[in-house]
């Protein structure tokens, strides 16, 4: 399960994309550029759930 502690860095990359996505649509004129920011937020969101997770499921593995 090492991969896990990996994976939410991915989450990460996301963000920044849709973030960089959003900017150059805001900046186009394009009328679909708070999508790509509530996609980045979501993505945030997603990269520190995964992280309290992935360290619960680290210390519930240390206590057995």
């Known amino acids: 399960m ?3 502690k990996y994976t ?3 989450y990460i ?3 920044v994309y849709f ?5 150059t649509k805001m900046n ?3 009328e679909s550029y708070p999508l790509s920011f509530v996609i980045a937020g979501m ?3 997603m990269f520190f759930f995964r992280r309290r ?3 619960k499921f ?3 593995n240390k206590k057995q």
Not at 19 to 23: S, V
């Open 8 to 10: 939410q860095y991915v």
């Open 28 to 30: 186009e004129g394009a």
């Open 53 to 55: 997770f992935v360290k």
């Open 13 to 15: 990359a996301f963000a």
């Open 2 to 4: 090492g991969y896990l």
């Open 43 to 45: 993505a945030i969101f």
């Open 19 to 23: 973030i960089y996505d959003g900017i």
């Open 58 to 60: 680290d210390d519930r």
